[in-house]
């Protein structure tokens, strides 16, 4: 009875099981989607053979068929739209005048409009030329060539991206290209070889023939379908239906459109059959799930699969010409689910005694390994195994050794560990006797990690053999693997072997008896000595273990009230899981997920939660997982969505602890809404990746506001500035006009001038021009703005801006004194910094102005800091700055003259100029009945 029950429930998963691959499980949503949109419009190309044309009035091809085949399995009609060229379709999709383009590759630029579905097909792009030009077999060879493409395809728009020193000449699609190439108007052309090889055959071109396939992973095209990113939903739909197409199904298609013409090939294959050519052919890139804590035989590292299984799939890459590419999955549960459902294709290291071989078939053993009992180097060499099983094993949580070993040992002695590494750390710590491992395992942490004292004391009967598995309805992609694994050589294998590894062995000797002998008679002379003291030890540590005990006891009570204050009282929901059954729930619980407890209490952690995570990982199977990691590591977080008592989705933060009541173990479950920090999240995400563009636009704003200041502050000072040239000026004008004057008196009265008195003459008025001259060039110079930076002299400097306002200054009785030290020399801008002095100094002098005193003084002097800095010092003895505004003179528009006197931009820009274009620092302080600003500037 039991068996006839046992079958049928075996039958009855069969048939569920079955039937779940050919449905398509939709949200009432998504229902409704396809109900409103029906029939869903699509593009169908007039001329891409075999994948998407039309001929005899019909849409024909793989990618329709594929299309259709999604259809049926979604219950939904469609309508192929016929006629527009590629770029054409491009903009309908934009534009809402078809729902999708059904076969289109990724890239950066379309993903930005376009929401992709998974990949359904890789092809991969051959080189076409003219008969006899076979040598032009690599994008490298066709560069400075000319080729024909169709534009806007994805090999055309990768070669210009790539390769920008190939000529194209655009075209509207394949055919054109290779009538073109035919008649000799370019050297080649790129495409996708079956749909090049269906071209030619159809329409009777001569004279063309393939030379190579591109040999450029950018090259190769990824075939999806795609939606406009205004209806993801369509997409989401599209992806579940893709999932329920089964190898066979999709093979099958493949079978019907694509053929098996040979291409001049770089590696030799010929140990595939036919149908095997065809499949790699078809499937260039093959998906696996890898194991990541297996070191050196598979682990992450630095985000990157490497070890011996590594090596050997990348020696199966240069064998039969695929890419195996690596899916990522956060558990071993989640690997063996993402083969069962087909989202990977192999895991390419599992040993026999996996529980995977219910839905999978496992390649021959590629590795082989005697396990090995690793004891301390001090420790007698091991007899055989069942010389050791009284002793404690030290052994990884997941091995099979656990299983096997309790077997025919049910009392061994086990310590369990979370690593391989704190295997053999236990033994070398002599925490553990012993551990069994396999050679290359043992060797890599040996070596690595300094485990210098441990050694192989025996090898055992027992084989570590590690294979391949495949998904038990792909058949090819096993009898491919196998093949390709027997032509791998001992030698690769043993270089592989030792690119891992680097530790040699030797069995230790037998010091058995030699220790025995040396322990009893230590035993024999030290028993009567410590006889009693042991006693009396014993006897202390039983009186301080009654008083821990008691002690223990009160820390318990006091840790219970506690406990049950958290609580009850806790704002997030807080639940008790036992045996993966919920069994009490505290009040929050009904706040945050709407539950009461009676609705909560003895269902799973996923029956709160929807079916799949975002990230289609099954609930149940993540939960149990998460579970189980806190049952070994004792705590166990991540995020996930529950459902509340209106099945809304809810974002949490979960955080599982294992905790002990009534010596039971139990998991202590917190729950607590993150819906607003993940709204949060998803803002500042959106602001950061303005943020940057905001930040330049602001910076280029205020560049162009401070260079307007500066000018600003220029143009104000171009009016005092004429003011003094004026205030110059005069004096040589008079004395010009004077000598001008003398000399027509003496022509007037004596007819004639002597030459001396006449060269006196002239002399004096071209002296006079020099000094006018001289006005001039100071007046362009200060006008003039500094592009770059330049070595000068600083005492020049200081001394351009003093002959600019020296004669006003001396009109208003104002004496001027200078102490400069020598040779200081600056790597500046030295026209600023002359800007920066003349507003000090006409600063202090309009002060000084209206100072009445007689002893009216401005001194300049500079001196170096140190090493760095240099120093330049402008005092006056005008009253100084009150105290109130002196924080506020640097200001702009703060000035204490008039409206019509003062812009309030001279000491703002000056500010601007030290701290900011000359890096250095300027300051006032009031001292000596005056004002004195410090111009602090870097040498360079």
């Given at each position: ?13 069969s ?58 399995k ?7 739209i ?104 370019a ?21 063309v023939?393939?030379?190579?396939f ?5 090259m190769?095209s ?5 939606t ?45 059959n036919?149908?095997e ?5 078809n499937r ?9 804590d ?22 199966i ?26 989202q990977?294709?192999?895991?390419p ?9 219910s839905f ?18 001090d420790k ?15 052994v ?16 061994l ?22 551990a069994i ?14 485990l ?7 090898y ?12 038990n ?24 072997f ?15 008896l030699?220790?025995q ?19 009396n030890k014993?006897?202390?540590k ?18 219970k009230?506690l406990?049950?204050t ?8 807080v ?14 619980t009904?706040n945050?997920?709407g ?15 929807p ?14 997982n ?6 070994i590591?004792?705590v166990?977080s ?13 974002w ?5 602890t294992?905790?002990e ?49 500066i ?11 004429i ?33 001396n008195?006449?060269?006196?003459e ?16 100071d007046?362009?110079?200060f ?8 070595e000068f002299?600083?005492?020049?400097v ?15 009785n ?12 600056l790597?500046?801008?030295?026209t ?25 003084q401005?001194?300049?002097?500079t001196?170096k ?15 100084g ?19 019509k006197?003062?812009t ?14 000359c ?13 004195t ?8």
């Amino acid at each position: 009875m039991n068996k006839i029950t046992t079958l049928f429930i075996i039958f009855l998963l069969s048939f569920t099981t079955l039937f779940a691959q050919n449905r398509v499980l939709l949200t009432q949503e998504e229902k409704n989607f396809l109900k409103e949109n029906s029939p869903l419009r699509l593009h169908n190309e007039l001329n891409w053979p075999p994948y998407n044309y039309f001929e005899d009035g019909k849409p024909k091809g793989f990618s329709i068929d594929y299309m259709n085949l999604l259809a049926k399995k979604l219950d939904v009609e469609v309508e192929y739209i016929t006629g527009p060229s590629w770029d054409e379709f491009m903009q309908m999709l934009q534009e809402d005048k078809i729902d999708a383009i059904i076969n289109i590759s990724k890239n950066k630029k379309r993903a930005k409009t376009i929401a992709f579905t998974s990949v359904f097909h890789t092809a991969a792009n051959a080189i076409y030329v003219k008969e006899g030009n076979n040598h032009l077999d690599s994008l490298e060879s066709l560069k400075g060539k000319t080729i024909i493409m169709p534009k806007g395809f994805f090999a055309q728009k990768a070669i210009e991206k790539f390769y920008p020193e190939i000529n194209q000449i655009l075209v509207k699609d394949s055919l054109e290209a290779l009538k073109l190439l035919s008649l000799g108007k370019a050297d080649a052309t790129v495409g996708k070889k079956n749909v090049l090889d269906y071209v030619i055959t159809t329409n009777n071109i001569s004279g063309v023939v393939p030379s190579a396939f591109v040999d450029d992973n950018r090259m190769v095209s990824l075939i999806s379908i795609g939606t406009s990113k205004d209806k993801i939903i369509l997409r989401d739909i599209l992806k579940k239906a893709q999932k329920s197409v089964s190898d066979e199904e999709l093979l099958e298609l493949k079978r019907k459109w694509f053929g098996t013409n040979n291409l001049i090939k770089k590696k030799d294959i010929s140990f595939l059959n036919k149908e095997e050519l065809e499949y790699i052919q078809n499937r260039k890139v093959i998906r696996m799930c890898n194991i990541t804590d297996l070191k050196p035989i598979s682990f992450e590292d630095e985000g990157k699969i490497k070890g011996i299984s590594i090596d050997i799939l990348k020696k199966i890459e240069e064998m039969i010409n695929v890419k195996f590419i690596p899916i990522p999955t956060v558990s071993w549960e989640q690997t063996k689910e993402f083969l069962k459902i087909k989202q990977c294709d192999i895991i390419p290291t599992v040993t026999k005694d996996e529980d995977i071989q219910s839905f999978s078939n496992l390649t021959k053993a590629y590795l082989n390994y005697k396990l090995a009992i690793i004891t301390q180097k001090d420790k007698s060499v091991v007899s055989s195994l069942d010389e050791v099983l009284d002793k404690t094993m030290a052994v990884r949580y997941d091995s099979f050794l656990i299983k096997e070993l309790k077997k025919t040992n049910p009392n061994l002695d086990i310590l369990i560990t979370k690593t391989d590494r704190e295997t053999l750390e236990k033994v070398s710590n002599a925490e553990a006797y012993f551990a069994i491992q396999p050679l290359p395992i043992a060797s890599y942490y040996m070596s690595n990690y300094a485990l210098k004292n441990l050694y192989i004391s025996r090898y055992t009967d027992m084989n570590y053999s590690v294979s391949m598995a495949i998904h038990n309805e792909n058949k090819i992609l096993l009898d491919i693997l196998n093949k390709t694994l027997e032509k791998i050589t001992e030698e690769e294998h043993r270089e592989i072997f030792n690119k891992w590894t680097a530790v040699s062995f030797k069995e230790g000797l037998n010091y058995k008896l030699i220790w025995q002998i040396v322990i009893l008679s230590f035993l024999v002379f030290g028993i009567f000595i410590y006889r009693q003291n042991i006693l009396n030890k014993h006897n202390r540590k039983l009186q301080e273990a009654n008083n821990k005990i008691e002690e223990k006891t009160m820390q318990l009570a006091k840790q219970k009230i506690l406990f049950e204050t958290l609580y009850n009282k806790s704002s997030d929901s807080v639940l008790l899981i036992k045996n993966k059954v919920i069994t009490d729930c505290n009040e929050s619980t009904k706040n945050i997920l709407g539950f009461t407890k009676k609705e909560v209490i003895n269902k799973h952690l996923h029956d709160l939660a929807p079916e799949y995570q975002p990230d289609n990982t099954s609930s149940q199977r993540l939960f149990e997982n998460k579970i189980e990691k806190a049952l070994i590591f004792g705590v166990s977080s991540f995020e996930a969505i529950l459902l509340n008592y209106q099945r809304r989705e809810l974002w949490v933060e979960i955080v599982l602890t294992s905790i002990e009541i009534e010596n039971r173990r139990v998991i202590h479950t917190v729950i607590r809404d993150i819906s607003t920090r993940k709204i949060l999240e998803q803002r500042l995400e959106e602001l950061n990746a303005n943020l940057e563009e905001r930040i330049k636009k602001e910076i280029r704003k205020n560049e162009n506001s401070t260079k307007q200041l500066i000018q600003q502050s220029r143009l104000a000072q171009m009016g005092e500035m004429i003011s003094m040239i004026a205030h110059q000026w005069r004096q040589p004008l008079a004395a010009i006009s004077a000598t001008t004057n003398n000399l027509l008196v003496k022509l007037m009265i004596e007819d004639k001038v002597e030459k001396n008195t006449l060269e006196d003459e002239l002399m004096l008025i071209t002296e006079y021009s020099k000094h006018l001259s001289s006005t001039i060039d100071d007046f362009r110079n200060f006008f003039k703005s500094d592009k770059e930076k330049e070595e000068f002299d600083l005492e020049e400097v200081i001394k351009k801006a003093i002959s600019i306002t020296k004669t006003s200054m001396a009109a208003k009785n104002i004496k001027l004194e200078t102490s400069f030290e020598k040779d200081l020399r600056l790597y500046s801008y030295s026209t600023e910094l002359q800007q920066v002095i003349l507003n000090i100094i006409k600063n202090a002098e309009d002060i000084l102005s209206e100072k009445n005193s007689n002893d009216k003084q401005i001194s300049i002097s500079t001196y170096k800091r140190n090493e760095n800095n240099i120093v330049i010092k402008i005092q006056d003895n005008g009253g100084g700055i009150e105290e109130s505004l002196i924080e506020k003179i640097f200001d702009p528009y703060f000035s204490t003259k008039s409206d019509k006197e003062g812009t309030g931009l001279g000491l703002y820009m000056s500010r601007i100029i030290v701290n900011d274009h000359c890096k250095g620092n300027l300051k006032v302080i009031n001292e000596n009945e005056g004002a004195t600003f410090l111009i602090d500037l870097p040498i360079k």
